[in-house]
Structure formats: C-alpha cells, structure tokens
C-alpha cells in the first residue's frame, strides 16, 4: 500500500478532482439510461423519473425503488428499504472523514450528499488531502451525468435497439471493475475485501438466512465495516511508523 501513502501531503485540487471524476462519468451516463427507460416501462413520470435521479441520487436504490413501486409495495417501505441500502454511505463518510479535517462544516452536508459507492472508492485510493474543490469536482460531474442520463435514457431509450437497451446497465459493472482491479494489485487489503463482501453475499443468498434484498444490504455494510477498521489500523501503523 505504499503506493497509496506516499503522497498524503499533497492537496487535491480543483483539476485533480475533473480528472478523478471523468471515467465515473462515463460509467454513470450508460446506467442511467437504463434507469431512465426502466423508469419509463414501469410507468413513471417524465418529472418523477428525474427527480429520483436528482433528489436520490443512489443508483442500486433507484433500481430496487422501482422494482418495489412496480410490486405495489407502499411507499413508506420504499423509504425504509433505500434507507437500509443507503447506510453504508455512514460508514463511507466516517472512513473519509480523518481526511477531511479542516474543511468548514457548512460543506459537510454538500459533501456528504455527494458520496456514492464511485466517489468514494476514487477518494479512498487518490492519494493526497482532499479539499472541497477536489470533491466538488469528483461528486458534481457525475450527478450532472446521471441526471442527464436519467433524462435521456426516459426520453429516446425506447429509439435503440433491443440489445443496446438491455447491454446499457453493464456500464456500472465495468467501471467498478475498472476502480477495484488497479488497487487489487497493490493492496492485499482490497482483495480481502473485495472477497468478503463477495463470499458473504453468496452465502446470504445460498442459504436464504434473510428476506430478498437484505442479502446485498448485509455484505455491504459488513465489509464496509471491515474495511473501515483494516484502513483505520493502516494509517495508525504508518503514523507510528512516521513518528519514530
């Protein structure tokens, strides 16, 4: 992990952030067409379909929201279900908080509403302080994408062929593979993780130990929990390291 560490002083700035956010928008575009013709097929709104993109802004929560409308289930247990998906976003932010001492509070809400599973992983692994003109960047460009994608997608999805519209949900999947494989390669910990959360969902759904949907829910939060200690002991060790 010395690749990660090695450059920790240096601030992150307004270009670091564009550059950190460009292949996040181009992941988030393609899936949120998808979103957008789903949203479209299950008999959505135009003006809904977009604010769900703009109000929620959480991928795996829009598509679980609109399966679960589509079931009849009652909107209360929308809210409750995106908010159990969308927990992990605590443990997201509690993980970048050490790294965002001396930002002013009034960015924390701003901030904090931009962390999605993408920018977290790109601030987590670039190395350097992070600023509010880093984040900025890295989290505003890809909400412009997916709302625009979002739009576009309810709009002209119904236009493309078949097989484009049922191949524009891989886009995500592509770009998690892009983020996780770089840093499997330098950080046994990434692996462990990646692992983890992908043994503990399969076992969950193998087993059926909890209702549909938990299943996700519970890996993420596990190895969100798991990586938050094993990066919290990393840097507590290169600190010691540092001061002796």
């Known amino acids: 992990m010395a690749n990660r560490s090695s450059n920790t002083t240096t601030t992150l700035g307004l270009k670091d952030g564009l550059l950190a956010a460009f292949p996040v928008v181009i992941g988030y575009f393609p899936v949120a067409m998808a979103f957008g013709l789903l949203a479209r097929n299950t008999h959505v709104s135009l003006a809904d379909t977009a604010l769900f993109s703009l109000v929620v802004f959480a991928g795996a929560s829009q598509f679980m929201a609109l399966e679960l409308v589509s079931a009849g289930v009652s909107a209360g247990s929308v ?47 670039t190395a350097g302080r992070l600023s509010v003109p880093f984040m900025l960047a890295l989290q505003l460009l890809p909400y412009l994408a997916w709302s625009a994608g ?25 770009l998690f593979t892009a983020l996780l494989v770089p840093e499997i390669r330098k950080s046994l910990d990434a692996l462990f993780l990646a692992g983890l959360a992908g043994m ?45």
């Not at 790294?99 to 601030?123: M, P, Q, Y």
């Not at 999805?157 to 097989?163: D, K």
């Not at 209702?211 to 190895?223: D, M, Q």
């Open 79 to 125: 809210i409750l279900a995106t908010f159990l998906l969308n927990s992990r976003h605590m443990l997201m932010s509690a993980s970048l908080s050490p790294r965002l001492n001396g930002i002013k509070r009034r960015w924390l809400a701003v901030l904090a509403f931009g962390v999605t599973d993408e920018s977290f992983t790109v601030a987590s692994l």
């Open 150 to 174: 979002t739009v576009t997608g309810f709009l002209l999805g119904t236009v493309l062929p078949a097989a484009v519209q049922s191949s524009l949900g891989i886009g995500l999947y592509a």
């Open 200 to 244: 503990l969902y399969l076992a969950v759904r193998r087993f059926e130990l909890l209702p549909a949907g938990w299943s996700l829910i519970v890996a993420v939060l596990a190895a969100s929990a798991a990586g938050l200690v094993l990066l919290n002991d990393d840097e507590s060790a290169r600190s010691g390291g540092h001061g002796e």
